[in-house]
């Protein structure tokens, strides 16, 4: 079956600020992101408590002639919940409300997500402050993606806010795509929207729409950004509780060293890891630099960190042989068992990303508009050293300073470029293009877990044909006709 039917809620007064003064007076922060993209004022915010007023600030932001930009945490990295201009707001932070069982409103916080004694949710993209229906939009993952998935692995079902304002509820394994379409009815009226296969690379990625001729129709919002829906309500599915886990951080002196175990912990069937991240020579080297780096070994190179599971006995065993056949020793670790050792390692992980976000923002005091560049693509397994290699030239040719780091497991790395000027920011840029153009010719993607926003549009054409981009564009078309819903992102 490939028809939904379309409802109407009738609309239930939602609190709303009014007036672009107000709002820059005492709301700038609902405008913008963590990408600190600029921003353009907006007329209204509204703050709607459940989906009746969702439709509500929908259809009264229609009435004016207006644009909407989705948001809640404002956790994303790519600009998409940046306010642009002849457009309100709708922010679901208040949207909180667990609703039955796995199932919550789409502002509720990852980290407020209730576990059992035996199941979890696994979704831990670096900001855990990051709202449930941001991580649906963007199709979020993170370090335990490379055991678990994404986002999308989880979702079982979802209740969505369309552009005019009518409502879908959409449960996956209802309705699947059709002789290439969906259709959604309301009366007499139907709404067809046309789905090609869209070629997506076999690896983790976020780039455009995901589109199959086969697909389930809760896929095609999941990644979708804002771009075809707001999504107000979500219900998730669990993963079982891991149990006993071994947390290790192991010291290499060299790159070379510290991929090779990597290839070699991932090869060996003992082994079942949770979680495999990186951190460069050029990262340790700027932790130790700006003294934010715990007490380390002068001869550490570069780390790995990794969450294994402890399902057999010769998992200690096997990380010794391991680590003995690439040259490394258990002495040179820090190894952990319990949480306390976990949250600790947790928080040396984002000590990188902190460190790199607290230096651009002491730049960007003395030159207004500087920011980081970073890339956020993934290739093929086999591909990593390779692609690494070519990465790292293109910026140490133009001589710009930068950190490598981020989930190895799945060979998605993100190189951070800390521009210090105006001039070194325009070549990030031309940098970051060409290792998105380098990853895609190794199989790769331009975006592995951020989005594409409105930040990295450009990205898309180096990835899709014209053909594909038109096929993305038609679904667009067939539900947000007037280009409403987050404008500038994506299209």
């Known amino acids: 079956m490939n028809k939904v039917e379309l409802r109407d809620v009738e609309p239930e007064n939602c609190f709303v600020v009014e007036g672009e003064s ?3 007076e005492s709301y700038t922060s609902y405008l913008t992101d963590e990408s600190r993209v600029e921003y353009q004022p907006v007329s209204a915010i509204y703050f709607p408590e459940n989906t009746a007023q969702v439709v509500d600030a929908v259809k009264k932001t229609r ?5 909407i930009v989705v948001s809640a945490s404002r956790t994303g990295v790519a600009g998409g919940a ?4 002849n457009a309100s707001i709708i922010s679901l932070e208040k949207m909180t409300a667990q609703l039955g069982d796995r199932r919550f409103q789409a502002g509720v916080r990852l980290e407020d997500i209730p576990s059992t004694q035996s199941e979890y949710y696994p979704v831990d993209p670096t900001e855990m402050t990051a709202s449930l229906g941001g991580t649906v939009a963007t199709d979020a993952s993170g370090a335990r993606a490379y055991h678990y998935g994404s986002t999308r692995d989880f979702i079982k079902a979802l209740t969505i806010v ?10 996956r394994g209802d309705t699947v795509c059709e002789n290439g379409e969906f259709v959604l009815r309301h009366g007499d009226e139907e709404i067809v929207i046309p789905v090609s296969t869209v070629r997506m690379p076999p690896v983790k990625n976020t780039a455009g729409l995901y589109l199959r001729e086969d697909m389930d129709f ?4 999941v990644g979708s950004e804002g771009t075809l829906g707001i999504v107000t309500e979500v219900e998730t599915g669990a993963a079982k509780l891991p149990g006993d886990r071994l947390f290790l951080i192991v010291y290499a002196g060299t790159e ?7 290839e070699t912990v991932k090869a060996d069937a003992r082994l079942e890891c949770l979680a495999i991240e990186y951190f460069g020579p050029n990262a340790i080297a700027l932790l130790r630099e700006n003294e934010t780096l715990p007490n380390l070994p ?9 969450e294994i599971l402890m399902e057999n006995e010769d998992v200690e065993e096997a990380v010794d042989e391991d680590m003995v056949s690439c040259g490394l020793s258990l002495d040179g670790t820090w190894a952990g068992f319990d949480e306390k050792d976990l949250h600790e390692m947790k928080r040396f992980r984002h000590m990188v990303p902190e460190t790199v976000n607290s230096i651009i923002g002491r730049r960007k005091k003395d030159i207004s508009g500087l920011h980081k560049i970073g890339t956020d693509t993934a290739v093929p397994e086999g591909k990593l050293r390779e692609f690494i290699s070519i990465a790292r030239s293109a910026v140490e040719k133009e001589g710009l300073e930068y950190v490598v780091f981020g989930h190895i497991g799945d060979n998605h790395l993100h190189i951070n470029i800390l521009p210090g000027s105006l001039d070194e920011l325009e070549k990030a840029k031309g940098v970051c293009t060409g290792v998105a153009e380098e990853s895609v010719k190794l199989g790769g993607t331009v975006s592995a877990e951020h989005g594409i926003g409105r930040l990295k549009k450009h990205l898309l054409n180096i990835q899709f044909s014209e053909d594909e981009l038109n096929a ?3 679904v667009k078309d067939a539900l947000d006709p007037e280009g409403v819903l987050n404008p500038g992102v994506m299209f």
Do not use: H
């Open 256 to 262: 070379d060293q510290a991929l090779e175990f990597v």
């Open 472 to 474: 993305m564009k038609a």
């Open 218 to 221: 809760v896929d095609l919002f």
């Open 63 to 67: 009435g004016r002639g207006e644009r």
């Open 298 to 306: 002068r001869d550490v190179g570069c780390t790995v960190y990794f």
């Open 82 to 85: 940046a306010g642009v201009e």
């Open 22 to 24: 107000k709002i820059l």
């Open 162 to 171: 369309l552009a005019d304002g009518r409502v879908l509820k959409v449960r």
